[in-house]
């Protein structure tokens, strides 16, 4: 038997590669009321700003496609047009006396002018990545090591996810479904580098004590509900508000209602057994027992 025992399959790491240099993101986010800047990454504390100074509160944030393209429509139509006009007024403390009282503005797609503003972002980033991805699955000057062995790739990124498939067990799903590849492989080379499992993500005091862990629970993969991974991945870029897994569920969803369906209406048909000696049927091996012995003389 030519069984192949998995867990004694080879798993072994490359030295750490040199560091890499992410270049900063010059451009910055206005407040839509004043002239206060914030850099792309402090996008929180422009959300802040604009809660604590300006009353502003923006209904799922997290949703938004192109958070800094949002601020600057609507910096631009709250500077036509008063608030009030696009914003519901939320009043804290409302039993309080009137000068402790405070309005706040709620901005939310409920109004169709923030709903399509928010659908036409999710179109225009989900064109990008469709373009960036259709770009890498091309690419041919793909060059990276193997995250567990010293095996160097040339060529496309396929070849690398093949060999890490087959060679090493490590599955992430078909590189086709992915973008930002070689993101993607840093972070799970980070990762690796601080000695933590790409499954379960504990910490490991060594790199040979990882590699066993790994191999011996069978950890090949990543963590798929950790949504740090969600931006490599096509799926979650298709629908406004819809990750991998609420898109999943509703498939099932789908599947078991239609499995329903399809079936409701089916009855069972009764199973006949047949004589041995003539075409007579009967539906149950007692009554074909009486027939084959009027029948045919000397059964018992």
């Given at each position: 038997?030519?069984i192949?025992?998995?867990?004694?399959?080879?798993?072994?790491?490359?030295?750490?590669?040199?560091?890499?240099t992410v270049?900063?993101?010059?451009?910055h986010?206005?407040?839509?009321?004043?002239?206060?800047?914030?850099?792309?990454?402090?996008?929180?504390?422009?959300?802040?700003?604009?809660?604590?100074?300006?009353?502003?509160?923006?209904?799922?944030?997290?949703?938004?496609?192109?958070?800094?393209?949002?601020?600057?429509?609507?910096?631009?139509?709250?500077?036509?047009?008063?608030?009030?006009?696009?914003?519901?007024?939320?009043?804290?403390?409302?039993?309080?006396?009137?000068?402790?009282?405070?309005?706040?503005?709620?901005?939310?797609?409920?109004?169709?002018?923030?709903?399509?503003?928010?659908?036409?972002?999710?179109?225009?980033?989900?064109?990008?990545?469709?373009?960036?991805?259709?770009?890498?699955?091309?690419d041919?000057?793909?060059?990276?090591?193997?995250?567990?062995?010293?095996?160097?790739?040339?060529g496309?990124?396929?070849?690398?996810?093949?060999?890490?498939?087959?060679?090493?067990?490590?599955?992430?799903?078909?590189?086709?479904?992915?973008?930002?590849?070689?993101?993607?492989?840093?972070?799970?080379?980070?990762?690796?580098?601080?000695?933590?499992?790409?499954?379960?993500?504990?910490?490991?005091?060594?790199?040979?004590?990882?590699?066993?862990?790994?191999?011996?629970?069978?950890?090949?993969?990543?963590?798929?509900q950790?949504?740090?991974?969600?931006?490599?991945?096509?799926?979650?870029?298709?629908?406004?508000?819809?990750?991998?897994?609420?898109v999943?569920?509703?498939?099932?969803?789908?599947?078991?209602?239609?499995?329903?369906e399809?079936?409701?209406?089916?009855?069972?048909?009764?199973?006949?057994?047949?004589?041995?000696?003539?075409?007579?049927?009967?539906?149950?091996?007692?009554?074909?027992?009486?027939?084959?012995k009027?029948?045919?003389?000397?059964?018992?």
């Open positions: 038997a030519d192949k025992d998995c867990i004694l399959e080879p798993l072994s790491f490359p030295e750490s590669p040199g560091p890499t270049p900063s993101d010059a451009v986010l206005p407040c839509m009321f004043c002239e206060q800047l914030y850099k792309v990454a402090e996008k929180d504390g422009l959300i802040k700003h604009m809660i604590i100074e300006h009353k502003l509160v923006i209904a799922d944030v997290k949703l938004i496609a192109n958070f800094r393209s949002y601020v600057l429509y609507w910096k631009k139509r709250f500077s036509e047009q008063p608030i009030t006009e696009f914003c519901s007024v939320i009043k804290t403390n409302s039993e309080a006396p009137e000068e402790q009282q405070e309005n706040y503005f709620f901005l939310c797609d409920v109004l169709p002018e923030d709903r399509v503003l928010r659908e036409e972002l999710q179109q225009e980033r989900l064109r990008i990545i469709l373009e960036q991805q259709q770009c890498e699955r091309s041919t000057s793909f060059q990276r090591l193997c995250m567990f062995c010293d095996e160097e790739f040339k496309n990124r396929s070849i690398l996810f093949k060999h890490m498939k087959e060679e090493h067990s490590f599955n992430v799903g078909l590189p086709d479904n992915l973008v930002y590849c070689n993101e993607f492989l840093d972070v799970l080379q980070r990762k690796l580098d601080n000695l933590q499992c790409l499954y379960c993500e504990k910490i490991f005091r060594n790199k040979s004590t990882l590699k066993d862990h790994m191999r011996k629970k069978q950890h090949r993969k990543i963590k798929a950790n949504q740090e991974y969600d931006r490599f991945y096509i799926i979650n870029y298709l629908e406004l508000g819809k990750n991998w897994e609420t999943q569920s509703e498939d099932d969803r789908e599947f078991r209602d239609n499995n329903e399809d079936w409701s209406d089916w009855e069972e048909l009764p199973v006949f057994a047949v004589c041995l000696f003539c075409d007579k049927q009967a539906d149950t091996n007692e009554k074909l027992l009486c027939h084959m009027v029948c045919i003389p000397g059964v018992s």
